[in-house]
């Protein structure tokens, strides 16, 4: 697979575009502390993009310098063309990026139905007045995009739990569920952070289907960040690999796999 | 019926409409706490500054005269126009929204992500500033405040009563209609936060921060919303105790007695702030009906406190207050 081309078709069938979101050498400091060191990489439209490394590497760091939650000391965000400036992570998601956290941040207090609307605020236009008055197009706005939502909800087989308040699912479920909040936000580009922490076996078997489902139905561009490797080798196109903040590795999974350097930093090194 | 039993029932009642009147102070401070969790100690000031504008509004006073006066030597005092109140009472709801936008620009824009206690103290540092500015702006006389309500006793119910038990209920037509009000002021929130966009979006910051920015929801827009839904809850709370008792500075120090009410409703439920409210509107009345004679009366003044501090022995969290779970 030749990365460097314009667009191309994966073995199973899938288009990757174009370069949809380049970092151009991030650095991250905080006070003393260099969480980043000079880190470059691109994600392409339309593929699977994992970001990998051990603990500490820096991994949750980078996502969240792509969704706005930290701004780089050093270096500059591309997307889609354009250099973004420094932004708010709510102005990033209106740009069409959409994230799940490690450690999942959802609604407990409202029902997974309400929790999924939510991911559709961006692109309701219906203003305040009009919403408070529920005049004019209000209703009508509403009713679209509760079946985009319903449609989502089905995608993720969750109907079941539809109406029941977040705060009562199980871990699986509501990882679930913060996958279909960040899908209902239709986004060009989805983040997930760690989406199989925490999971057993035929959790993680599920959500795999599911993060390859996303991919291939909604052409939805995906970077990843993931412990586990076995997963990350089987869902993605390609790899960063990091380690203490640095960027020790980039390519296919094969690629990665046979690195020195990323072997070294998973297994550790001999010292002899 | 015995006539005791009669005049209890009627205390009740009278208990049941003030506890109205520190439910809708205390549905403010539920708002903002929710929302940001800021316990607003200008909540009761912000009343106070509502009153205080609506009634130099509707007067025609011209702000800030003496200060005016005094620098240019002038004698100015009134613009000499007298405003009807439902324009008077629009025009203030505009200051109050204004008034949101600033303290969100000059204030908590600067303490995000401060904790609690800071933003506890800057709520205590803009309840004096408002209270003098109220003051600069328009005066520190009592003021009477009158936009047209009913007051004084109801003459309907104290004849139909009367008809009914041989006893007439004396209750306030003031009273009824702040009931009214605050029914239909909490429906119209409660449905407001349920069904429209922003109310969802208002909910789901009160829920979790990080995870209402990553769907797109700016903080600070709904902090304004916030901060304008409870300016125009302080002044409609403003205009009830305004009307009741005259607009005065002590105005602000009903917020003191909202604490008590969110102790018992819990700082973080609507229908836990009106159920607060009441409980403690009927309880204080009734104890000092009952109770009052048999230790010298004047209980009025501490029941509240000692209400809401056996509630923080036995149930912390407050009726329905989200209960206090840690995991280990």
Do not use: C
Not at chain 2, 187 to 206: D, E, M, N, P, W
Not at chain 2, 312 to 327: A, D, S
Request: charged share 20%; no cysteine.
């Amino acid at each position: 697979m030749n990365a460097k081309s314009a667009g191309h078709t994966t073995a199973d069938g899938r288009k990757i575009g174009g370069v949809l979101m380049e970092m151009k050498n991030i650095t991250l400091r905080f006070g003393g502390v260099t969480a980043i060191k000079d880190i470059s990489f691109d994600i392409r439209e339309g593929e699977i993009r994992a970001i990998i490394g051990p603990n500490g590497a820096g991994k949750s760091s980078m996502l969240n310098v792509i969704s706005g939650f930290y701004v780089p000391t050093e270096g500059e965000v591309w997307f889609k063309g354009y250099k973004r400036g420094p932004m708010k992570p709510y102005q990033v998601a209106r740009l069409g990026i959409a994230r799940t956290f490690q450690n999942i941040a959802l609604f407990d207090g409202m029902s997974v139905l309400d929790n999924i609307m939510t991911g559709r605020l961006t692109m309701m236009k219906s203003g305040l007045l009009s919403q408070a008055l529920w005049i004019g197009n209000a209703e009508k706005e509403e009713h679209a995009h509760r079946e985009k939502v319903e449609k989502i909800i089905d995608f993720l087989e969750i109907q079941n739990i539809r109406k029941t308040p977040v705060g009562r699912l199980p871990y699986g479920l509501k990882k679930r569920v913060e996958l279909a909040r960040a899908l209902a936000a239709e986004p060009k580009l989805l983040l997930l952070d760690e989406p199989m922490a925490g999971m057993n076996v035929e959790e993680k078997e599920d959500m795999s289907r599911f993060v390859l489902d996303v991919n291939d139905e909604f052409g939805t561009t995906i970077a990843l960040i993931e412990h586990d490797m076995g997963v990350v080798m089987d869902l993605s196109d390609r790899v960063v690999v990091m380690d203490y903040g640095k960027k020790i590795g980039d390519g296919t999974p094969d690629e990665v796999r046979n690195n020195q350097d990323v072997i070294d930093a998973y297994l550790g090194v001999a010292h002899d | 019926m015995p006539e005791q039993l009669l005049y209890a029932t009627e205390v009740m009642l009278n208990g049941l409409m003030a506890g109205v009147m520190y439910s809708l102070v205390a549905l403010g401070f539920v708002l903002i706490f929710k929302a940001s969790g800021i316990f607003n100690y200008a909540q009761g000031v912000l009343a106070l500054f509502a009153a205080l504008t609506l009634v130099g509004l509707q007067n025609g006073q011209v702000p800030f005269a003496h200060m005016i006066n005094a620098v240019f030597g002038t004698h100015v005092a009134e613009f000499g126009w007298q405003l009807p109140a439902v324009v008077a009472i629009a025009l203030t709801a505009l200051v109050m929204v204004g008034l949101a936008v600033l303290i969100e620009k000059l204030v908590l824009k600067h303490l995000v992500s401060q904790a609690p206690i800071i933003l506890f103290m800057a709520t205590i540092g803009l309840a004096y500033f408002l209270e003098g500015l109220g003051d600069v702006m328009w005066g520190a006389d009592i003021k009477k405040l009158d936009v047209g309500l009913p007051q004084g006793i109801s003459e309907t119910i104290e004849s139909v009563t009367d008809s009914l038990f041989g006893y007439g209920f004396f209750i306030d037509n003031l009273d009824i209609v702040a009931t009214v009000v605050a029914v239909v002021l909490v429906s119209a929130l409660t449905i407001f936060s349920q069904y429209s966009k922003q109310g969802r979006a208002l909910r789901a910051v009160a829920d979790d921060h990080q995870a209402a920015l990553s769907v797109g929801i700016s903080l600070r827009f709904i902090w304004v919303l916030v901060w304008s839904i409870a300016g125009f809850v302080a002044l409609v709370a403003g205009i009830m105790w305004g009307t009741k008792s005259g607009v005065q500075f002590s105005l602000s120090l009903i917020a003191l007695k909202a604490l008590p009410v969110l102790m018992l409703g819990g700082f973080t439920s609507i229908p836990g702030a009106i159920v607060g409210g009441l409980i403690i509107g009927v309880g204080e009345k009734l104890f000092d009906f009952f109770v009052g004679p048999m230790i010298g009366g004047a209980t009025e003044n501490w029941f509240a406190y000692m209400l809401a501090l056996i509630f923080l022995v036995f149930r912390p969290q407050g009726l329905f207050g989200e209960k206090i779970i840690e995991r280990v």
